[in-house]
């Protein structure tokens, strides 16, 4: 792999972060890999991971100069003071809901109180990544711009068919 493509790669990864494109790569569990055997949710589960990676090839296909990757990897370093403790407030108030969950099943007003935690700090979340992506907008060209309209509405019409496809199958 050149230095070029490795380039492309990572600088893909920082701008479909910035940008919240919504896919990561998620490692599977073996556990739920045991528990989907046999079931049709195993043929959805494994068909995320060819998706994730067309995706991927989608947002290295934008052709970020080595310019744009410095200018966003600033860009995103300069969001860090905002982002950072929002993010581990995220992380401890799911944190806080699974244990309600777990806890106590029964104590609807504990989880609904969790729930409305983690409600808030997405909602605080999503504002800051606004932030993020107005400014990363400004770095990129109008064709790259364009391309992650494209790039964002095969996103959404993913996750539409994927949700259609599991109520198909959680009806049946």
Do not use: C, Y
Request: hydrophobic letters at 50%; zero cysteines.
């Amino acid at each position: 792999m050149t230095k070029k493509s490795v380039a492309g790669i990572v600088g893909g990864l920082v701008l479909a972060g910035a940008l919240g494109l919504g896919f990561k790569a998620v490692p599977a569990a073996a556990g739920l890999h045991a528990l989907l055997d046999g079931t049709p949710l195993r043929a959805i589960f494994e068909e995320g991971a060819a998706f994730r990676a067309e995706m991927l090839a989608s947002v290295t296909s934008l052709n970020v100069t080595q310019d744009q990757i410095a200018d966003i990897r600033e860009l995103v370093k300069s969001h860090h003071s905002e982002m950072g403790p929002l993010v581990r407030q995220m992380a401890d108030a799911r944190k806080a809901l699974r244990e309600a969950i777990r806890s106590n099943p029964d104590d609807e007003a504990a989880i609904r109180a969790a729930a409305a935690k983690v409600a808030t700090v997405e909602a605080d979340l999503a504002v800051a990544r606004a932030h993020v992506v107005k400014d990363v907008k400004v770095v990129l060209t109008d064709e790259q711009r364009e391309k992650i309209k494209g790039i964002s509405e095969k996103v959404h019409a993913r996750v539409k068919t994927v949700l259609d496809r599991v109520d198909n199958l959680m009806a049946n």
